[in-house]
């Protein structure tokens, strides 16, 4: 059964980078048939997309996030991360890593709360 | 790039039938599948329904999805409500630039 779990500081202060990591397990991030995604959910709020990558390396970014978003690939470790830097406090979310195969996303990680506060 | 746009709630009774509509802004509606996630309370959304009218193995056959060209906009209905039901429904679809969209949710309460 493959299986998400994202990682990483639950507390960034305002104007640092908020680094998390999805690994992936039961399954390899290295299949052509899938994207790898991040999505995050303000606290009360929505959905929002913030961008995804291919195995390959090729990326996807919400383009209102575009400037300070980066994701990337580790084929080795089976995992891919998120990077966004220069957070305030409308950062502050539960941010969830997910699996594209095909249309549907599929698998998600159970999610994990980021607060930006100093 | 286009929005989708849900009700912000709607509300039925146990058994009846609830329709939720997911309103496309710019762009045909068909030019890209549809999906539908339900969120229970501190869980993270699991797909009831992809690729427009899918549904995935264990998803009961009262989730519905369809799209209609001519409201731009695709549908999840679900027929003989339960308790169990109540939850956020999210609609998503992709642009032609790969991007994700999500609908901004719509709660659904059974009552």
């Known amino acids: 059964q493959l299986q998400l779990q994202e990682s990483g500081p639950g507390l960034v202060k305002p104007s640092e980078t908020l680094s998390l990591t999805c690994t992936v397990s039961g399954g390899s991030i290295s299949s052509s048939s899938y994207y790898w995604g991040w999505i995050r959910q303000p606290p009360g709020k929505g959905l929002e997309w913030i961008g995804s990558?291919?195995?390959?390396?090729?990326?996807y970014y919400n383009p209102s996030l575009k400037s300070r978003v980066t994701i990337s690939v580790d084929t080795s470790k089976n995992q891919f991360s998120l990077k966004l830097s220069s957070v305030t406090a409308a950062d502050t979310a539960v941010y969830y890593c997910a699996r594209r195969h095909s249309t549907n996303l599929d698998y998600w990680g159970q999610g994990t709360l980021v607060t930006v506060s100093s | 790039n286009f929005m989708l746009t849900q009700p912000h709630s709607v509300s039925e009774s146990p058994g009846k039938t609830v329709t939720i509509s997911c309103t496309r802004s710019?762009?045909?509606?068909?030019?890209?599948?549809v999906q539908w996630y339900q969120q229970r309370p501190g869980s993270a959304p699991t797909t009831v329904i992809y690729e427009d009218n899918q549904r995935p193995s264990g998803v009961p056959d009262r989730f519905s999805g369809s799209i209609d060209s001519s409201s731009n906009s695709a549908s999840l209905t679900i027929s003989g409500l339960k308790t169990e039901d109540e939850a956020d429904y999210y609609c998503?679809?992709?642009?032609?630039?790969?991007?994700?969209?999500f609908g901004g949710g719509t709660k659904l309460t059974v009552l």
């Open positions: 990558i291919y195995y390959s390396g090729s990326t």
């Open positions: 710019s762009g045909s509606i068909a030019s890209n599948y």
């Open positions: 998503q679809s992709y642009d032609s630039s790969n991007l994700w969209v």
